[in-house]
């Protein structure tokens, strides 16, 4: 006999309903980048409480665009991201492999010192980190900006859990076949990792990109500023900015890439989070 496992109907209008109020303020976010500033300035409640862009214009986006050099700020913001998320899934796989596979001496003794990063605030290295580059005469490059987040100690915990669960008989039935460490690695580990790699693209991506503080400090040349940065340069504060238009469209600009990536590849997001959860 079929059992039908769906879930009830009041179940997922429920979860719709939160999600929609849960969207709300990004709805709304976008909705007032593409609404003129002068009828902003008067009132943000036009149409359904702003949701509806009426009248409609893409002014603000062409204002961003406009000033400064925001397509260079972009680019840079993507160039330290996309560095950042492969030195740090290199990283992290490498060394979760080695932790959960390779009885190598001092095992027990780096893996927690290097989980103990997570219990490491970021302000605490924060200065050290500063100093170090000065003295390399490193600042004000692209480089700097993405290297200090390549060790990611959460990646390593992850692909240590993932790399455990992996069936012992899959890596003795490769060395059955004369496999070494890198065969298997690169051959059986990785393929299955796919999804677990694909989450921790998206949580170093995303940390990456909406990272402020390191590039407001080691970038003070405008070519070198992230978008983050750039775009809080151009703005100021609200008081100082060119409209609520103009603010709420560079919020859409920083937040739409990270946007596009959860919506691609979230099937693959839900199935590391699966895995990483079902132990």
């Not at 780096?110 to 100093?131: D, K, N, R, T, W």
């Amino acid at each position: 006999m079929m059992h039908d496992n769906k879930p009830p109907i009041w179940l997922m209008l429920s979860i719709s309903l939160l999600a929609f109020f849960w969207l709300i303020p990004v709805l709304w976010m976008f909705s007032l980048s593409l609404q003129p500033n002068d009828l902003l300035s008067r009132t943000t409640a036009n149409t359904f409480l702003g949701l509806v862009p009426i009248p409609f214009t893409l002014d603000n986006y062409k204002a961003i665009l406009d000033i400064g050099d925001t397509p260079r700020w972009f680019l840079n913001s993507l160039i330290v991201s996309g560095t950042s998320t492969l030195l740090v899934l290199a990283t992290s796989t490498l060394a979760g492999y080695a932790f959960a596979r390779i009885p190598f001496y001092g095992r027990r003794v780096v893996y927690p010192l290097v989980l103990a990063g997570l219990m490491v605030p970021e302000q605490v290295v924060f200065i050290p980190l500063y100093i170090f580059f000065s003295d390399l005469d490193a600042h004000n490059s692209l480089s700097t900006l993405a290297l200090p987040r390549v060790a990611l100690p959460i990646g390593v915990f992850l692909m240590t859990q993932f790399f455990k669960d992996v069936p012992m008989s899959l890596e003795e039935a490769a060395r059955l076949e004369g496999c070494g460490h890198w065969r298997i690695f690169i051959s059986i580990m990785l393929p299955l990792a796919r999804p677990m790699l694909i989450t921790l693209t998206i949580i170093t991506f995303l940390y990456s990109w909406n990272d402020y503080l390191w590039p407001l400090v080691s970038a003070q040349r405008r070519e070198f500023f992230t978008i983050t940065v750039g775009l809080a340069k151009i703005q100021g504060n609200f008081a100082q900015s060119q409209g609520l238009g103009q603010l709420m469209a560079s919020g859409v600009l920083a937040s739409l890439p990270v946007i596009i990536l959860y919506l691609v590849f979230q099937k693959y997001i839900l199935k590391g989070i699966a895995l990483s959860t079902d132990k």
